[in-house]
């Protein structure tokens, strides 16, 4: 399967690695728009959240899981941030890889105009 995010995770394509465990990858997104912005995807080929089973779901609790270590580490938790889930054409999703962005490290918009 031609995914960008599978080969990120399979280390053939380069990427800034900020956290990395059985099941759960995350890396610095290539066009931040935020001071932090990273992408945290399932290691397993999931397209995105509307192909989201039962079966999948638990895989969603290590992904936020893996945020709350990160967010933690880096203090985010007291200062805040934000996490998205583009899924499919109205939510302007251009990777086919589910992946959740976090943004932090300034006074983000109260809207969700500059996502
Ligand atoms: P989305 O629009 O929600 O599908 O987000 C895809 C994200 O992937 C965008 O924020 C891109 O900047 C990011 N991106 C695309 N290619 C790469 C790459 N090679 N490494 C890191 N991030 C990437
Ligand atoms: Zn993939």
């Known amino acids: 399967m031609d995914c960008l995010f599978c080969k990120i995770i399979e280390g ?3 990427s800034s690695k900020v956290y990395d465990d059985k099941n759960v990858f995350a890396f610095k997104d290539i066009s931040p728009q935020a001071p932090i912005h990273y992408l945290f995807v399932p290691k397993n080929h999931i397209s995105s959240l509307a192909q989201f089973t039962d079966d999948t779901m638990p895989v969603m609790e ?10 933690k580490q880096e203090g985010h938790d007291k200062s805040g941030f934000r996490i998205a889930i583009n899924t499919g054409q109205h939510g302007c999703q251009t990777v086919h890889h589910l ?14 105009s500059g996502l």
Do not use: D, M, S, Y
Not at 62 to 71: D, H, K, L
């Open 99 to 112: 992946h959740v962005h976090l943004l932090a490290g300034k006074q983000l918009g109260g809207n969700f």
């Open 62 to 71: 290590e992904i936020f899981a893996a945020i709350r270590n990160v967010t």
């Open 12 to 14: 053939k394509i380069a």
